[in-house]
DNA sequence: GTCTATATTCGGATAGAC
DNA sequence: GTCTATCCGAATATAGAC
């Protein structure tokens, strides 16, 4: 499945992010009407990660936000009861994304089908939510304590599951560790939505991106000597 | 050359780090005297990379500085004329042992070889250097924006070497794009760096890590099919 | 060269009108 | 549900004593 075709698929693009975000954290919104929320934090969202991507959250102040909104500070406090939930609830996102996309790639019995596939929709999933994936990599410091290490986790996860389909596709042990393997096959997914300047002006499409690093992980599978 | 020798070789460890920051921005540090200057510079940059890898940057405040330093307010503007000029500092250092690193490693004349050490004295570097690259990484957006573009063109600048070095190695168009595998060698050298937390615990030394390093970019350029 | 004390601005958050 | 006005603490930076 290509890029095109999973898009049209995709649960969370356009506006259903937000009814998302909505329905999962309506009891901390003091707005109880879906339709003025989603609205509202469509708002928010793409207002927060315009300004935090320039100069980060924390430099972020809730007066840049009603700017950018065109929100009052009564507003954007009717959506949000803190300014840290704003990152909590995009963590939130982020990690339900990534549990979907594993568990449908999962699905399959053929490892090497599932993992072109994880590797895939991974790479197809934090473009369409480019600004959500890039945020929680570059802001995960600015979450509270106590969500940090689910951040983390997000991405262990990922590694684990990748280990083990390579170690399936490959169960004698080869040149290179599958461990490392797996964690550099997530490296090099991130390098596309964390340096997004990179290739605003690049040539290559995404789909070609993905046929690289599919490419390039079965060189490291299939290695000797 | 391994860890071991490239360390003792380097000329960035211990307190001559500072010695070669206050050689380089001794116009705009208030303290004349060596001596003091280069005591104070250790205590903050040390204080400022403990505090901002935890909380970032901007939200670590002069007076948290203060706390972790043991200096005052006034004792930490006498070594920088405004909080900014921190970050200016590290990037200005990178940037300048990035350089070095470069240019030593292009002296010699065989590629592969030249490309092996390129990748080891990277990992060396930012292993040896790693809060100030760390620092760089994640708080690039913090730069005034004058020098931001400095930050990018650090690591634009490095895949354009391994890049080079990649098409002489392997001079006919292979399966594999070489720029994507320049780019792709960059970010696996990174992601140690960035993500130290999962290297703590573990049993792979950074030697053997480079290995793995060297084997996968390898097997990317000789790769068919 | 380093300290304490202070000036001044700006942050997040809230109360109450509409 | 949204706005304006305001509280209060915390930020960077500076002035002047030692």
């Given at each position: 499945m290509k890029y095109d075709q999973f898009k049209s698929n995709?649960?969370?693009?356009?506006k259903s992010v937000y009814a998302t975000v909505f329905e999962r954290h309506n009891d901390s919104i003091?707005?109880?009407?879906q339709k003025f929320a989603v609205n509202n934090l469509e708002k928010i969202f793409k207002a927060t990660f315009k300004i935090s991507s320039k100069i980060g959250f924390h430099e972020m102040s809730l007066r840049d936000l009603c700017r950018e909104t065109g929100l009052s500070m009564g507003g954007i406090y009717s959506c949000i009861e803190s300014k840290d939930i704003i990152a909590i609830f995009v963590k939130d996102l982020v990690q339900l994304v990534f549990s979907e996309i594993i568990e449908s790639a999962l699905e399959q019995d053929d490892p090497q089908q599932a993992l072109d596939d994880l590797i895939r929709h991974c790479m197809y999933s934090t473009d369409i939510l480019h600004p959500w994936f890039y945020f929680l990599y570059f802001e995960t410091r600015s979450l509270p304590k106590g969500h940090q290490q689910d951040s983390k986790n997000i991405e262990l996860n990922m590694i684990e599951k990748i280990e083990v389909l390579i170690s399936k596709i490959s169960p004698s042990k080869k040149a290179i560790n599958h461990r490392y393997i797996a964690t550099m096959t997530l490296a090099m997914i991130q390098e596309r939505y964390l340096k997004h300047w990179k290739y605003k002006?690049?040539?290559?499409n995404i789909d070609e991106h993905a046929d690289e690093i599919i490419k390039l992980v079965h060189s490291a599978i299939s290695y000797n000597s």
């Open positions: 995709f649960a969370y693009k356009g003091k707005t109880k009407k002006s690049d040539d290559t």
